[in-house]
């Protein structure tokens, strides 16, 4: 709650609480997965399809060591980045790296999404017995103004489903590549 000073009246600022999900399949073997998905400051494997300048990755690389837990991934967006409300960087902190249960938490810079606060969300990889696996995005966040967490709960998801698509994507071509 915010007390106004001038009045003594308690304002209170509404939060909509979102959660994000979304499961896919990957045809590729849940290590090799895993080794790409925990190199955690390369995202050569991501295209999330976008045309926009605002926000389509340009960059990113790692603050911290490999292998160390927390390590920072630093994403760089184009030139529209601030323009379009959003920050030029966004920092994505590795919190848990469960290589037995293949889980990983992360969070991620408040306004990294204009409205977006307290992100954190978990990638978990279980192996199929066809030797595909099945990745699980999940996600809690806020959003201030209230107004613009349906909105940002969408775009979300849509980010979720590149992702999926963009590792299925790197590990069918890495397969296409591959001498038969």
């Known amino acids: 709650m915010i007390v106004s000073p001038q ?3 308690m304002l ?15 045809d590729a ?13 390369s995202l050569a494997w991501f295209d999330d399809g ?4 605002g926000l389509k990755l340009v960059d990113s690389w790692l603050e911290g060591e490999p292998g160390v837990v927390p390590r920072t991934r630093v994403m760089a967006r184009g030139e ?15 919190l848990v790296e469960d290589k037995v249960a293949h889980r990983l938490y992360y ?11 307290n992100y954190i969300a978990s990638w978990s990889f279980d192996a199929l017995d066809d030797g595909g696996c099945m990745m699980t995005i999940s996600s809690n966040f806020d959003c201030v103004p209230a107004e613009t ?24 071509n890495a397969k296409a590549m591959a001498p038969q």
Do not use: C
């Open 7 to 9: 009045i003594g009246e």
């Open 12 to 26: 209170v600022t509404k939060v909509h609480r979102v959660t994000g999900f979304h499961q896919g399949r990957i």
């Open 29 to 41: 073997d849940i290590e090799d997965i895993w080794a790409l998905v925990t190199d955690w400051g």
């Open 50 to 53: 976008s045309n926009s300048d």
């Open 80 to 94: 529209g980045a601030v323009q379009s409300g959003a920050p030029e960087h966004n920092r994505e902190v590795l």
């Open 107 to 117: 969070d991620a810079s408040d306004g990294f999404v204009p409205g977006i606060r």
């Open 149 to 172: 967490g349906e909105q940002n709960a969408e775009m979300l998801h849509t980010v979720y489903i590149a992702i999926v698509n963009s590792i299925h994507k790197h590990f069918a």
